[in-house]
């Protein structure tokens, strides 16, 4: 919610894969689970690429 409207809508993965005002706010009270998330990007990105 952003001044008192509804801006996102999902669930936890969707909203993180959204990046935007959840995922920022979820990062700075998780950063360790930032690496995490960047870690599972580079694994999909890898996987993409094999698949070319």
């Given at each position: 919610m952003k001044e008192g409207?509804?801006?996102e809508e999902?669930?936890?993965t969707?909203?993180?894969e959204l990046e935007g005002l959840y995922t920022n706010?979820?990062?700075?009270?998780s950063p360790s689970i930032t690496e995490s998330i960047n870690r599972?990007?580079?694994k999909k990105n890898e996987k993409t690429e094999v698949k070319r």
């Open positions: 409207k509804l801006i999902g669930t936890h969707e909203l993180v706010m979820w990062r700075k009270q599972t990007k580079r």
